[in-house]
């Protein structure tokens, strides 16, 4: 069974920093394009990173600010978010699918962990 598990989700003031993390089964994470989405209150749900060795791609309101990583031997991704705003308050899901044409526009991935929600606020 192809499980993601998000953590690391919370409150944070403006300007500071949360560290998502991603635990997924063995069976998918090597080959596999790694990504995360966020649902934003009143908006579609985005695409904010992606990871597909050795490229990484990333929302352009989110460049200079969030940095998308994979560790390999933990079968882990993580999303490391610096200089946080208000607007990037929502619910982080992460993704993982055999092809990065599934991160396309209009594609969508095979698998989803449950999310994790992320409040910036003072």
């Known amino acids: 069974q192809v499980q993601l598990v998000e953590s690391g989700g919370g409150l944070a003031e403006p300007g500071g920093s949360l560290r998502l993390t991603c635990v997924v089964s063995t069976t998918i994470f090597n080959n596999h394009t790694m990504g995360w989405y966020r649902q934003t209150p009143g908006n579609e749900r985005e695409l904010v990173a992606v990871?597909?060795?050795?490229?990484?791609i990333y929302l352009e309101s989110v460049k200079g600010r969030f940095t998308i990583s994979r560790d390999n031997a933990k079968n882990t991704v993580y999303l490391e978010m610096n200089s946080l705003k208000p607007e990037d308050t929502g619910v982080y899901f992460c993704?993982?699918?055999?092809?990065?044409?599934?991160?396309?526009?209009?594609?969508?991935?095979?698998?989803w962990g449950q999310g994790t929600q992320v409040t910036v606020s003072s």
């Open positions: 990871h597909s060795d050795p490229v990484t």
């Open positions: 993704t993982a699918d055999p092809s990065v044409g599934s991160y396309s526009t209009g594609g969508r991935p095979r698998y």
